[in-house]
């Protein structure tokens, strides 16, 4: 029963776009930033890349969501904070983009010999809005 009620309650746990829609926008800004770094894999033929798509914020956003409910009690908060998505950014998108074999030089150029080394690059590029601290969810 327990479980039960826990699944229904994540399931109505949504963000108010309209009224906090700075979480969503940070997120887009850190996939965007991997995206659009250069160094993804690309298939010119089929004319897409293998890299972070918007699902790849969604499952993000939605990760964040379920830390927050599930540590909500020890935090006495009940909404995501930038730490629940800093958290999550590692584990959720390493391995939704592939970086471009044939960028490998410049990619160590730049310090770049992981996924997780474009996300911190990624991270340090979008800042946290000013002023904004919690993510507040219904």
Known sequence: DEILEAQDFVAEFRLRY???????????RII?????SGLIRSDEKKGSGYGPTP???EDLLDAAGAYAILH??????????????????????RFKFVL???KIAEARELGINSNDDLIKIALAN?????????IKAI
Do not use: M, Q
Not at 72 to 93: A, G, M, N, S
Not at 126 to 134: H, M, S
């Open 18 to 28: 309209d009224e906090h829609h700075y979480v969503v926008e940070y997120i887009a």
């Open 32 to 36: 965007s930033c991997i995206r659009n």
């Open 55 to 57: 699902r790849a914020g």
């Open 72 to 93: 909500w009690r020890e935090r006495r908060v009940k909404h995501i904070v930038f730490d629940d998505v800093l958290r999550l950014v590692y584990p959720t998108v």
């Open 100 to 102: 471009d074999p044939r």
């Open 126 to 134: 979008t800042p946290i809005p000013i002023g904004v601290k919690n």
